[in-house]
């Protein structure tokens, strides 16, 4: 089984203070049970029209069903013009991986049908959304995974089958009331030691990854891909869930690149996000769901260029929970407009009229160490109100142009030191103790690297 090849043993940088409770090192692709090889070929960076009726997902999903558990089901190119599948929903099977290869291109189906859970339902607006299954789907599948150099591909921004809008359209559409019906591109649940390795993810719908009710994922050297315009295509994003770990890992899209979240149900704990890389995006995120709670969350090693929201912390009084023991450290923003923010009256959730009220959310223990923030923007440090205040540390924080940032803070216990700390926080019952020490500001021009080529 994947437990088995993954060897559990950590070796990454930030080992000592790694909240995954695993020992985590690179993963490796296990023996092959199947090779499936491409029939159709990809045409101005997709499917050509005359290919879309020749769908591989029957002889996929059967060689999925038919692999022993421990092995891999490994797509294949043929050759230049044929290296291409096109699949509906898939599910992963327990013990099984799912490999595409270098130079294999694995796209999802553009036809709405194809995901309904009920008919007729994927691809409108709804009032609550929720109508689609994902392309790809794990549900009580431990032990599995999806691995290799290929691409997989959602075609968010490609026209629907049969209408004239495209996935991210609907999305858009949806501003204006109720929810896009739009397919994940991975979602899984109840998947223990679940492993992404080195896959490209790419234009998904909606949520790229959703990994939630897990003990064990590990997402190393994955890269995810899509325009910042495309609404709601989140990174990765685990929910009341255990020991996770992303590491090495290249995002830019157009919502959080990853968010963390903690709804109804266990607590997520034990994460660890390090030795990664963020463009594009809404923010490296906790919630805006924190009412199991969140806790032992490590970020480390993280540069963030251009993206809308750096370090972000979000909830309010419909889905608020205890978020506590969070260390940011060795991180650097650049051209990042809003580089922290934490806030518990999160503005962009509109509730609806039988949502709870008195789900208190509380941000306490938030440590940031060895931060560089590069350009201009805005800082929120906003607690509920003086009984349940931010609790935050600032220990050698650089701001390069700190009268260029707006600072938004009440209700905040804010403590500074030993490092250095540069920024000047005031506001209603905000209580700032501490002397900022001398330090070296954290080296960040190297960290700044290009996303890699799209192969």
Known sequence: MIVRYLRIVLALA?????????????????????????????AGGSIAPDDESKPDTV?????????????????????VRRDAFLTGPLDLRKGVVLVVER????????????????????????????GCRALINGDNVADSGVMGDGVIDGRGGETILGQHFTWWNLADEARKGGSQNNPRLIQLRHCDNFVLYRITLMNSPMFHVSY?????FTAWGVKIWCPQRARNTDGINPGNSTNVTITHCYIH???????????????????????????????????????????DILVSDLSMDGADNGLHI??????????????????????????VVMETAFSAYVPTANA?????????????????????G??????????????????NVLFDTPANFRVSAHHAEVKVGPGPFNLEIAGEDVRVEGTPGKGTKNACTAKFVPFPLLE
Do not use: W
Not at 21 to 36: G, Q, W
């Open 14 to 42: 930030a080992t000592a203070l790694a909240q995954d409770s695993r020992k985590v090192t690179e993963p490796s692709i296990p023996p092959v049970c199947a090779v499936l090889v491409a029939n159709i070929g990809r």
């Open 59 to 79: 002889r996929i999903q059967a060689a999925l069903d038919q692999c022993v558990p421990g092995h891999a089901v490994v797509l294949r190119r043929a050759a």
């Open 103 to 130: 130079g294999a291109y694995l796209y999802g189906s553009r036809d709405a049908r194809d995901y309904d859970r009920t008919p007729g339902v994927c691809g409108t607006i709804t009032p609550r959304g929720g």
């Open 212 to 216: 939630s009710n897990g003990n064990g």
């Open 253 to 295: 899209n157009g919502d959080d690149q990853v968010a963390i979240k903690a709804g109804t149900g266990a607590p997520t704990t034990h994460i660890s996000i390090v030795h990664n890389h963020f463009y594009s995006g809404q923010g490296m995120s906790i919630g805006s769901e924190t009412n199991g709670g969140a806790s």
């Open 314 to 339: 979000k909830s309010d009084k419909t889905r608020g929970g205890l978020v506590h023991g969070v260390t940011y450290e060795d991180v650097c923003l650049r051209d990042t407009r809003n580089p």
């Open 356 to 376: 709870p009220q008195d789900l208190i959310p509380q941000f306490r223990d938030i440590t940031l160490r060895n931060v560089s923030i590069e350009g201009d």
């Open 378 to 395: 805005r800082v929120v440090l906003e607690g509920l109100d003086s009984e349940h205040p931010l609790s935050v540390i600032f220990d």
